[in-house]
């Protein structure tokens, strides 16, 4: 659910201006779910939630590297960014960020870094995983997109009980990321490469 809670809006208002968005699913951590969650409940509640911001199934790719264990597959996982990279060819990665206290989104941010270093790159910004951010880029956001963030996210039930799920947050972190920028609503991220052709 990171890229919902980090850039659901950004993904909304890319995908509405035309843009393909394709998103990559490194683990299924059905061991972090709450007991008496089916093991499936978290690729069908991002599927859902995906479906809800117009990304299309087949720009989905889910992977099952074992949750909190990703320092330990950190080889394989850069395989599959690499390959990613190569098909793909993205102009702009969003990822966790290198400073994320989450064991797995740091690694998976690492060999994010790595696979996508002549790719813009633009780290995630969460702020319940992270003590210190530098955020250089705002992205203007309507209550449109906010909306459609919120609906994406209500999506995952299974995380309904953490408290940055709630609607209030979630609207006031968008108003408050809008702040710096004179805007209603915005996301904000790290840029850490950026490459133009």
Same mark, same amino acid.
């Given at each position: 659910?990171?890229?919902? $809670?980090?850039?659901?809006?950004?993904?909304?208002?890319?995908?509405?201006?035309?843009?393909?968005?394709?998103?990559?699913?490194?683990?299924?951590?059905?061991? /972090?779910?709450?007991?008496?969650?089916?093991?499936?409940?978290?690729?069908?509640?991002?599927?859902?939630?995906?479906?809800?911001?117009?990304?299309?199934?087949?720009?989905?790719? $889910?992977?099952?590297?074992?949750?909190?264990?990703?320092s330990q597959c950190r080889?394989?996982?850069?395989?599959?960014?690499?390959?990613?990279a190569k098909k793909l060819?993205?102009?702009?990665?969003?990822? !966790?960020?290198?400073?994320?206290?989450?064991?797995?989104?740091?690694? /998976?941010?690492?060999?994010?870094?790595?696979?996508?270093?002549?790719?813009?790159?633009?780290?995630?910004?969460?702020?319940?995983?992270?003590?210190? !951010?530098?955020?250089?880029?705002?992205?203007?956001? /309507? !209550?449109?997109?906010?909306?459609?963030?919120?609906?994406?996210?209500?999506?995952?039930? !299974?995380?309904?009980?953490?408290?940055?799920?709630?609607?209030?947050?979630?609207?006031?972190?968008?108003?408050?990321?809008?702040?710096?920028?004179?805007?209603s609503y915005a996301e904000? $991220?790290?840029?850490?490469?950026? /490459?133009?052709?």
């Open positions: 659910d990171d890229s919902e $809670f980090a850039a659901g809006g950004t993904i909304y208002r890319l995908i509405e201006q035309g843009k393909d968005v394709h998103l990559i699913v490194l683990s299924n951590p059905a061991k /972090s779910l709450p007991e008496g969650f089916p093991q499936d409940t978290l690729i069908n509640e991002q599927l859902s939630s995906a479906e809800m911001l117009g990304i299309k199934r087949e720009n989905i790719q $889910f992977f099952d590297f074992p949750v909190r264990e990703f080889q394989e996982i850069l395989e599959v960014l690499v390959d990613v060819e993205p102009d702009v990665v969003f990822c !966790s960020a290198t400073n994320d206290i989450h064991q797995d989104h740091y690694q /998976s941010g690492l060999e994010a870094m790595r696979a996508f270093r002549k790719k813009t790159v633009c780290f995630y910004d969460v702020p319940w995983n992270t003590n210190k !951010s530098e955020l250089n880029l705002n992205i203007q956001l /309507s !209550s449109d997109h906010i909306s459609a963030k919120i609906r994406a996210i209500k999506c995952y039930e !299974s995380q309904a009980h953490r408290p940055y799920s709630e609607v209030d947050y979630i609207e006031g972190w968008a108003k408050t990321r809008g702040i710096y920028s004179n805007y904000s $991220f790290e840029l850490v490469t950026m /490459s133009i052709d």
